[in-house]
């Protein structure tokens, strides 16, 4: 009784599914194909609602274009980042600066006990040992502070890139959906705007999600190439600070430890500066790869065709 039933909704159910939306492009192969196409949108979408959904709360635009799962990564990844680079700079950093502030403290008041001392007396006093360790505590907290805060520096940058991209991602879903249909675009075109502006090729295709992530990559990339540079600078202005005190009785630093930690910024520097130039290049060759693939499912664009002789072939792409 439930088979009656049931086989033949199954069967309804099925050539509803199996039904193509494509129009006949005139090449039995191509038509013949099953059709996936998990961007299809059943209504048209409102542009300004998906973009402000988006710009309110992460991945708001994506659920609203029906695309849960993109929406809900962007929530998640941007709350981490957010979180994280928030914690550091409300109480980590605040943390650092009051032990190195009390550290600081310890030493003003271990120097003015020293003063009141006769020389011979500063050379054995217990004074002296504090003043130093404080000051070197003191030190060592001011380059971790710098760290973190370099840190937190690029989880912020990358968190607001996610967002952006959330939006230009959010663009793109609302426009595909008032126009399905991609238009065929010039490769050579896509090759001058990219080189122009980096992104220019993917608004020339109108690939508004690329761009965002384009531009996501670029920005913070900068901003974190910007914030090793910042650690490079202090880190030069300890080891000149710790080699002027060399010889003078001052207080030791390991000058070889700085010295490593100011090369492995330098690194990390220099790699943000070539993915930026990595990037700029990709985008150029990226837009360029989608506008000859806009027109890829239209008859005569791409073929394989027979050879001249027996199992043969020619592939054949017409520009």
Same mark, same amino acid.
């Given at each position: 009784m439930?088979?009656?039933?049931?086989?033949?909704?199954?069967?309804?159910?099925?050539?509803?599914?199996?039904?193509?939306?494509?129009?006949?492009?005139?090449?039995?192969?191509?038509?013949?194909l099953?059709?996936n =196409?998990?961007? @299809?949108? /059943?209504?048209?979408l &409102? %542009? +300004?609602?998906?973009?402000?959904?988006?710009?309110?709360?992460?991945?708001?635009?994506q659920?609203?274009?029906?695309?849960?799962v993109?929406?809900?990564f962007l929530?998640?990844?941007?709350s981490?980042?957010f979180?994280?680079?928030?914690?550091?700079?409300?109480?980590?950093?605040?943390?650092?600066?009051?032990?190195?502030?009390?550290?600081l403290d310890?030493?003003?008041?271990?120097?003015?006990?020293?003063?009141?001392?006769t020389? =011979?007396?500063r @050379?054995? /006093?217990?004074?002296? &040992? %504090? +003043?130093?360790?404080?000051?070197?505590?003191a030190?060592?907290n001011?380059?971790?502070?710098l760290?973190?805060?370099?840190l937190?520096n690029?989880?912020?940058?990358?968190?607001?890139g996610?967002h952006?991209?959330?939006?230009?991602?959010a663009?793109?879903i609302?426009?595909?959906?008032?126009?399905?249909?991609p238009k065929?675009?010039?490769?050579?075109?896509?090759?001058?705007?990219?080189?122009a502006?980096?992104?220019?090729?993917q608004?020339?295709?109108?690939?508004?999600?690329?761009?965002g992530?384009?531009?996501?990559?670029?920005?913070?990339s900068?901003?974190?190439?910007?914030?090793?540079?910042?650690v490079?600078?202090?880190?030069?202005?300890?080891?000149?600070?710790?080699?002027?005190?060399?010889?003078?009785?001052?207080?030791?630093?390991?000058?070889?430890?700085?010295?490593?930690?100011?090369?492995?910024?330098?690194?990390?520097?220099?790699?943000?500066?070539?993915?930026?130039?990595?990037?700029?290049v990709?985008?150029?060759?990226?837009?360029?790869?989608?506008?000859?693939?806009?027109?890829?499912?239209?008859?005569?664009?791409?073929?394989?065709?027979?050879?001249?002789?027996?199992?043969s072939?020619?592939?054949?792409?017409?520009?």
């Amino acid at each position: 009784m439930l088979a009656r039933f049931f086989l033949p909704v199954l069967l309804l159910i099925s050539i509803g599914l199996s039904a193509d939306p494509r129009p006949p492009s005139g090449i039995p192969e191509i038509d013949s194909l099953p059709l996936n =196409d998990w961007k @299809a949108q /059943s209504h048209p979408l &409102s %542009t +300004f609602k998906a973009v402000s959904l988006s710009a309110v709360f992460p991945g708001g635009g994506q659920f609203y274009g029906g695309h849960p799962v993109r929406g809900s990564f962007l929530v998640g990844l941007e709350s981490v980042l957010f979180g994280l680079s928030l914690y550091t700079y409300l109480v980590d950093l605040p943390r650092l600066d009051r032990v190195t502030s009390d550290y600081l403290d310890s030493a003003n008041s271990a120097f003015d006990r020293m003063m009141r001392l006769t020389p =011979d007396q500063r @050379a054995s /006093s217990v004074d002296k &040992s %504090t +003043f130093e360790i404080s000051i070197q505590r003191a030190r060592n907290n001011a380059s971790l502070r710098l760290q973190k805060a370099d840190l937190a520096n690029s989880q912020l940058a990358w968190a607001i890139g996610l967002h952006f991209y959330g939006m230009a991602d959010a663009l793109e879903i609302a426009r595909k959906s008032q126009n399905p249909d991609p238009k065929s675009r010039s490769i050579e075109k896509a090759m001058w705007c990219g080189l122009a502006f980096p992104g220019g090729a993917q608004l020339y295709n109108e690939r508004y999600g690329k761009f965002g992530m384009l531009w996501m990559a670029l920005g913070a990339s900068a901003v974190s190439a910007w914030s090793r540079q910042n650690v490079v600078e202090s880190l030069n202005l300890s080891i000149a600070s710790a080699r002027a005190e060399e010889g003078t009785g001052g207080i030791a630093t390991d000058v070889e430890q700085l010295d490593v930690d100011r090369t492995l910024y330098r690194k990390r520097r220099n790699q943000y500066y070539w993915g930026m130039a990595l990037l700029y290049v990709y985008g150029v060759l990226d837009g360029m790869v989608d506008a000859a693939l806009s027109d890829f499912d239209k008859p005569n664009r791409y073929a394989l065709e027979p050879g001249s002789t027996p199992l043969s072939a020619v592939a054949v792409v017409h520009f």
